[in-house]
Every structure is written in C-alpha cells, then in structure tokens.
C-alpha cells in the first residue's frame, strides 16, 4: 500500500473507531456536513515578476472555480473530546487547465486526559493543494503532499505548576521532479514547565529542539548538498490573560540554527512570535502579530529564509448577519549567505498584503462571503525573488447542515 494511502487511512480508521467506540452520542449532533464553492479571478495568477516577458501561450490573469464537500464532526467521548474535519475539492482554471487539480484535506485530534492531573493531545493530517506561486512561478502543475503527527501532554504535579512535553512531525513533498529537492521531514521535539497563575495567565520556560531532513539532495560542481539542519532554541512560553477584552501569547527567546552542509550560514539570535486579542465591544475584535523565525522556502535557488513580519486583522460583526474583516500583512525575507556565499547584493525581499472581506448569514446554515486582496513584493531578481504586484477577489457561498 502507497505512503500516502496509509496516510489518509490511518486518518479515517482514527476517526471512525473512535466515533464506534461511543455510541451513546448521537451521530446528528456531532457530525455536520458542508459544502461552498469560490469563483475567484487574480490578475497575476503565477506572480511573474513585472518585468518578466510573456512566453507564447501565457498569460498573467486568470479564473478559478472550486467546488467543495466535507464534514465536521466534535465528539465527546467520556472525558475525552474529538474533533475532526473531512473535506475534497475540484478546483479548475479558465486559462491554466493544466492546472486543475483534486484537492483533499483530513485532520482529527484527541484531546485527552488522564486521571486528574495528565492531559494532552494527538493528532494527525493530510492535505494535498497546489503549491503557491510565491516562489514557483511554473504554470506546470506542483501538488504538494503535507502530512503531520503531533503528541503532547502536561502533568499538573502541584496546583499552579506544570511540565510538559510534545513531539510534531511535519513531512512535504513535491510531484514535480524539478521541486523534489523540497521534499522534507522536519522534527520538533520540546519540554517544558509553567506556572499557572490564579488569574488564568500562564508563564513558562520551554527548551526545543527541530531538526529538518531533505532525502532528494542538490548537486553542485558533482558536489552533493546536504540541506539538511538542526535547530536548538529556549523560550519564554508566555498567556497573559488581562479579561474578557484582552490576551497576549509569546512564544520567544534565543534560536541557534545549524546546517549540515553551508555551516557558514549558521547563525543565533533572538527568534519567537508574539500574539495579541483585543475585543474592546461585543462587535469589534482586532488580533495583532509580530515575529521573527526561521522559514522554509519553496524556490529553486534557496530553501530558507529568516522572517521579520507583523499583521493586523480586524472583525466587526455590523449587524446580526453582516460582518466586515480586514487584513494588513508586511513580512521581510533575509536570505543572506544563500547557498554558503556572501554576496555583495540585496539577498532580501518584502511582500506587503492587504485584504477587505463582507460575510452575509441570511440564516444560520447558509453564508456567502466577497473578498479582495492586493500583494506587493518589492525582491531580488538574484535569487528568483523579483518584484511584482498581484490583485484579486474572491464569491463564496457556503452550506452547512
């Protein structure tokens, strides 16, 4: 049996033996099927760069259609609670019919517990998708596979203090033969002990360790390219809880990256992400992030990249059935050392991101939604990062029984 089948097997066996194993619950208030479909139309479908010339049969604008159908489904069972979520997809292109695919999505999580004071979670999923245009600007179709596995569990041992540990596994990989050198394992090991606070907040110290594999390696002058790293960081693992109106989450410290190859491009310093919820009324809510981490690249040039971004997104839920949301996005990209060299050029690049969205409930088992964006990258054209300008707006009318 193929990788992948076992994969969404595994999934669906997870799923259904579980839903088997309560059958006091009744399957119609816990399973919820839905469906939508999205036209959608962008003006700069594979985000060529401005300058790039057009090749006969090419163009930048383009339509798509998709079709959606899945299932929610949220159990509990005993003092064990499962969710999970089922859905596939047809999506096709106007112009691009090369690119029409079948999309697939498969999650479930357990969240356990276990006498009074162990409880934790497990879970797995599968996704298949086009790979996003950002930096593989082919019109010849690239489905990625992603699948992930994650455990953990905390011990209360003394009322205001916990540990913890957790393992994640995260695997990609590429159909197109050009993109398989992106292929790639990444491991996340972490322990950790907190203080829970009266209050609800939560302050702790955690110690992680990721190690990322690349089994298809690049050649250079007959010189094969190991890809591979290993990441060790400690971290202020931060809620503070200020009410009803207002949370903070961080999850940031000091990162040491190593390479298996390139070790000129190790490096350390400050790494983490720091999240904020303000909902000053009822209607209004407004989630702010900054960060600064490590990413994976899905170029053909380079594979990594230190970010620098931040984000503002907004919700004002105008009247019973109309909502507004907004969404302002600016990420720096530092690819510096790329490939092991030190260049005396601008190995960086920007992309700024707005987006506007309406939602329509005409009643509660039906919603239709209209959203536009704008992106702008300002990049460098010596790693296959150049500048370019993309718009585009989205119709979605979702069912949900």
């Known amino acids: 049996m193929a990788p992948r089948h076992r994969q969404r097997c595994g999934l669906a066996f997870l799923i259904g033996s579980l839903c088997c194993g309560g059958a006091s619950a009744a399957l119609s208030d816990t399973l919820h099927p839905f469906a939508s479909v999205t036209y959608s139309h962008e003006d700069n479908l594979l985000r060529l760069s401005d300058d790039t010339p057009l090749a006969p049969g090419q163009q930048r604008e383009d339509d798509l259609r998709s079709a959606v159908a899945g299932v929610l489904l949220e159990r509990p069972i005993g003092r064990q609670v499962l969710t999970a979520q089922a859905k596939v997809s047809r999506v096709t292109f106007s112009h691009y019919e090369q690119l029409d695919y079948n999309g697939q999505d498969f999650n479930a999580a357990l969240q356990w517990h276990l006498f009074e004071h162990l409880d ?34 905390a011990w209360r041992f003394l009322p205001s203090w916990q540990v913890r540990g957790g393992f994640t596994r995260n695997k990609f990989a590429y159909d197109l033969l050009s993109q398989q050198y992106n ?25 992680r360790e990721l190690r990322g594999r690349y089994p298809n390696q690049r050649s250079f002058g007959g010189i094969a390219i190991d890809d591979g790293y290993k990441q060790r960081e400690i971290k202020l693992n931060v809620y503070w809880y200020l009410g009803e109106t207002t949370q903070v989450q961080m999850l940031a410290g000091r990162a040491r ?46 594979n990594s ?5 931040a984000s503002v997104n907004a919700t004002w839920n105008a009247t019973a059935k109309i909502a507004l949301n907004g969404a302002l996005r600016r990420e720096k990209r530092d690819f510096s050392a790329a490939g092991g ?7 960086t690049d920007t992309i700024r991101t707005t987006s506007l969205g309406l939602t329509y409930n005409p009643m509660s088992v039906l919603q239709f939604g209209v959203n536009a964006f704008s992106e702008k990258r300002s990049g460098s054209p ?20």
């Open 120 to 153: 934790g979670h497990l879970g797995g999923s599968y996704a298949q998708t086009l790979t996003p245009f950002t930096d593989f600007h082919s019109s010849e179709r690239n489905l990625r596979v992603q699948r992930g596995e994650y455990v953990d569990g």
């Open 183 to 207: 292929d790639r394992t990444e491991d996340l090991a972490e322990v950790g002990v907190d203080y829970l606070a009266s209050s609800g907040s939560r302050v702790g110290l955690v110690s």
């Open 257 to 302: 990256r190593e390479h298996n190859f390139f070790t000129v491009r190790d490096t350390s310093g400050v790494n983490g992400r720091v999240t904020a919820n303000w909902n000053p009324t009822g209607k209004l809510r407004f989630t702010a992030a900054g960060w600064r981490e490590f990413s994976a690249v899905e170029s053909s040039i380079v």
């Open 305 to 309: 990249s230190l970010n620098k971004g």
């Open 341 to 347: 060299l030190v260049l005396p050029v601008d190995l």
């Open 382 to 401: 010596f790693i296959g990062s150049g500048t370019y300008k993309a718009n585009g707006m989205s119709l979605t009318a979702t069912a949900q029984f």
